[in-house]
């Protein structure tokens, strides 16, 4: 059965860059036409769609958030990535790596790791 | 971009009522709409998918229907799990969410 299991810092001081992995288990990150997607919540704003990479490679981004996001895939780690630049209090939230089939809802998602911005 | 607009905000019913969620895009998106509930502290969960169809393990009191811009998630009998918050999603173009219903015990 897919899982998928987010990590990385849980504290990111403003202006710097978030990084958090995404690692895939029970199935191959390359194997199916499958988007693998990040996606955050916080009470504020609620669900917000950070971006997606295809598993040809392609990568689709959230406009309001393009300039700042990049996704990439390590298909020999089978995980999955995502920075955020230059971060500010607004970025704040639950971050959820998730995995969605070709035009689709996110079917599959992991627990979420909470990041805060804050000095 | 595609907007997302839900109604209500807040919902407060009882536990044995009929639910209903409205869910509106600024274009039309054809069926292409899911709902999911969330519960505090856990990751969102996909009830409904391509505007009616119902997710594997999802209980038959939840439904979904519509299509283009106009979508409505109901609950036939709401139960004490059911409390939680519903957002509705396209994703005919990327992947938009609504801002969410909070359905609450009155």
């Known amino acids: 059965q897919l899982q998928l299991q987010e990590s990385g810092p849980g504290l990111v001081k403003p202006s710097e860059t978030l990084s958090l992995t995404c690692s895939v288990s029970g199935g191959s990150i390359s194997g199916s036409s499958y988007y693998w997607g990040w996606l955050r919540h916080s009470p504020g704003k609620g669900l917000e769609w950070i971006g997606s990479?295809?598993?040809?490679?392609?990568?689709y981004y959230n406009p309001s958030l393009k300039s700042r996001v990049t996704i990439s895939v390590d298909t020999s780690k089978n995980e999955f990535s995502l920075r955020l630049r230059s971060v500010t209090a607004a970025d704040t939230a639950m971050y959820h790596c998730?995995?969605?089939?070709?035009?689709?809802?996110?079917?599959?998602w992991g627990q979420g790791t909470m990041v805060t911005v804050s000095s | 971009d595609i907007q997302m607009t839900q109604s209500p905000s807040t919902l407060s019913a009882s536990v044995g009522d009929r639910v209903t969620i409205t869910c509106r895009a600024s274009q039309s998106i054809s069926r292409w709409l899911a709902w999911y509930q969330q519960k505090p502290g856990k990751a969102p969960k996909v009830l409904i998918y391509d505007a009616s169809s119902l997710e594997s393990g999802v209980p038959s009191r939840f439904s979904g229907s519509g299509f283009g811009t106009e979508f409505t998630l109901t609950i036939s009998s709401l139960q004490p799990d059911d409390f939680a918050i519903y957002y509705c999603q396209q994703y005919d173009s990327f992947w938009t969410f609504g801002q969410g219903t909070k359905v609450e015990i009155k």
């Open positions: 990479i295809y598993y040809s490679g392609s990568t």
């Open positions: 998730a995995k969605a089939p070709s035009r689709g809802a996110f079917n599959i």
